[in-house]
T-cell receptor
């Protein structure tokens, strides 16, 4: 079964603290996407991770990919209120799982709330 | 580049009625996707097009759902005989070529909210 699992699903943080969101996926894909979604809004692309060991950083967010462990992480450094949103990871299917090559399989999302 | 555009943004319909959503992808993007998202869940794949060809449909897409992309540009998603379980946000996305080969990101539109009463 194709599955992407995020942990935790809810995260309440204080400003200035660090935390990590974990994303486990089920296939041999080496392509992993991270998106941000604000309430009632669409998905904003944050990172595209293309290979094992890939690490990308943008501001207070850093994403990494370990294809052997089938694990991606999104690390938040010194959180600020503006980072409050739901974060989704999604694996890109690179093999033909019933013809699904090239489609994204999403996790349930991690709802992040950053409090002063 | 105006992004992926969807219309209407919100639709309230009575059960049993038909609804149609339109998606205009980013210009020159030949891949177009439809996803559905319910509250508290991640988006679920429905179908996708490469140019005008519909290459795959998810099991989620019952025979009440039909999608077209007649000229390889905009796409429509029609739901016939709507049911309350169809209430969701319908997201359209596009990419330049298959992201499998290019590593390009996949861009999402603002979504079309459907409420079936």
């Amino acid at each position: 079964e194709l599955k992407v699992e995020q942990n935790p699903l809810f995260l309440s943080m204080q400003e200035g603290k660090n935390y990590t969101i974990y994303c486990n996926y089920s296939t041999t894909s080496d392509r992993l996407y991270w998106y941000r979604q604000d309430p009632g809004k669409s998905l904003e692309s944050l990172f595209v991770l293309l290979s094992n060991g890939a690490v990308k950083q943008e501001g207070r967010l850093m994403a990494s990919l370990d294809t052997k462990a089938r694990l991606s992480t999104l690390h938040i450094t010194a959180a600020v209120h503006d980072l409050s949103a739901t974060y989704f990871c999604a694996e890109l299917l690179i093999m033909n799982y019933g013809g699904s090559q090239g489609n994204l399989i999403f996790g349930k999302g991690t709802k992040l709330s950053v409090k002063p | 580049d105006t992004g992926v555009s969807q219309d209407p943004r919100h639709k309230i319909t009575k059960r049993g009625q038909n609804v149609t959503f339109r998606c205009d992808p980013i210009s020159e993007h030949n891949r177009l996707y439809w996803y559905r998202q319910t509250l508290g869940q991640g988006p679920e794949f429905l179908t996708y097009f490469q140019n005008e060809a519909q290459l795959e449909k998810s099991r989620l897409l019952s025979d009440r759902f039909s999608a077209e992309r007649p000229k390889g540009s905009f796409s429509t998603l029609e739901i016939q005989r709507t049911e309350q379980g169809d209430s969701a946000m319908y997201l359209c996305a596009s990419s330049l070529v298959s992201a499998v080969h290019s590593g390009n990101t996949i861009y999402f539109g603002e979504g079309s909210w459907l409420t079936v009463v």
